[in-house]
């Protein structure tokens, strides 16, 4: 079987610059990339079996942002902003946990349902009646695709639903059931050095994983490709090679990982990753999925955050190959942070020229294509003055 879902060309004197240099370091376009890219794009926060119970919780703070997901007592899952409409306090404090049959505020003690009605402010005869629908927390948009949580801070937004979106890949990856999946450690976060735009330029190419890579390359180099990015979705694809052994991890994963019955032939050593514009990944492994993704903190440090999702029912083989697939991306990520830091600080550099990209970069300007749709001051090869930036894209969008 073609493992290809999308038979993409790449086209014949295709533009092989990236974005100019003065964005990744540029604090106006941070603050139009927030807003124009990150609030009302689709965010992962989790998955379904992250809050199973009634009254558990998972938050996630984000682009100045404070996102709030709930389970109610009918089994649904609601997403609200973190936020209590007193004082905008945080109405809960941690990043998951149980709130058993209600959200209490720490401030005042405001008391919101699990359905994010107010059920009533404390002291409520110092306040005229508060209606409350209109006093409850405010909703976020949420959807829940194959498991996962995917909500947006504004309203509406460039994307289709997540259904829509995704519908491309979809029969593909419902071959792994990962609606059904459990978490394997819980939801990790990590900060590294570098603008968000080159953690996602390293990861949009596989060029690099032969030279970058040792374990990557041992494990599936000779089969790894890309498809690029197409309408917010992007793919690659992998099958490892059963002989493959030279370094610890690697050699045990193939002697180790089961083949599941339940994926066609041609997945049963896949290794998949999905990505969705503007900064996240969907990966699957024939033991487990996995989620990643990348936020701003600032230009020059980037919040990284995943988990990863196993079987209910795993085996012991599973397991172990869950264990040593999990070795070998921390190696790569710690690999592909150094990369990122080279890439990014020579971008200070007055002999800083730009991108020359490989046909096998495809990926990285299909990405930096979408972000261009977003914002059309990125096609200024010469920094705008900062106080200028929102102005000059806001004119720019009306082009267009």
Not at 206 to 213: L, T
């Amino acid at each position: 079987m073609n493992p290809h879902l999308r038979d993409v060309a790449i086209p014949n004197d295709w533009d092989r610059r990236g974005l100019p240099g003065w964005s990744y370091h540029s604090d106006a376009l941070l603050e139009l990339e927030k807003e124009h890219v990150f609030r009302n794009h689709w965010q992962i926060v989790g998955h379904v079996s992250d809050i199973p119970n009634a009254g558990d919780y998972l938050t996630m703070d984000v682009v100045g942002e404070r996102a709030l997901i709930v389970r109610g007592k009918d089994g649904v899952v609601r997403g609200f902003n973190n936020m209590c409409r007193h004082r905008g306090s945080r109405v809960v404090a941690d990043s998951q946990g149980n709130c058993k049959n209600a959200l209490v505020c720490p401030f005042h003690g405001w008391v919101y349902n699990l359905d994010g009605t107010l059920r009533g402010a404390a002291r409520p005869r110092s306040f005229p009646d508060l209606d409350k629908t209109e006093f409850g927390l405010m909703p976020l948009d949420l959807e829940v695709w194959m498991g996962f949580i995917f909500i947006r801070f504004r309203n509406g937004g460039p994307q289709p639903s997540v259904a829509e979106l995704m519908k491309p890949i979809e029969p593909e990856f419902a071959h792994y059931n990962a609606a059904d999946m459990v978490p394997s450690w819980g939801i990790w976060t990590q900060k590294t050095p570098v603008n968000w735009k080159s953690v996602r330029d390293v990861d949009n190419e596989g060029y690099h994983v032969a030279m970058a890579h040792p374990a990557l390359q041992d494990l599936y180099g000779a089969t790894y490709f890309d498809e690029p990015f197409i309408n917010g979705v992007s793919r690659s694809f992998a099958t490892y090679n059963p002989h493959a052994g030279r370094r610890w991890s690697v050699k045990n994963y193939v002697k180790i990982a089961p083949e599941p019955t339940h994926l066609p032939d041609y997945l049963k050593k896949a290794w998949v990753y999905y990505g969705i514009f503007p900064n996240a990944v969907i990966s699957v492994m024939p033991e487990s999925v996995q989620f990643y993704q990348e936020f701003p903190l600032s230009t020059g440090q980037t919040l990284l955050r995943g988990a990863i999702y196993r079987y209910r029912g795993e085996s012991r083989e599973q397991a172990a190959a869950r264990y040593l697939s999990f070795r070998i991306d921390r190696d790569t990520m710690s690999e592909d942070v150094q990369l990122s830091v080279w890439s990014n600080e020579s971008m200070l550099s007055e002999a800083f020229e730009g991108f020359y990209l490989s046909d096998l970069e495809y990926g990285v300007r299909t990405h930096h294509d979408h972000l261009r749709k977003m914002l059309p001051v990125l096609g200024l090869e010469t920094a705008p003055e900062e106080k200028d930036m929102w102005n000059l894209n806001d004119a720019l969008r009306s082009r267009s």
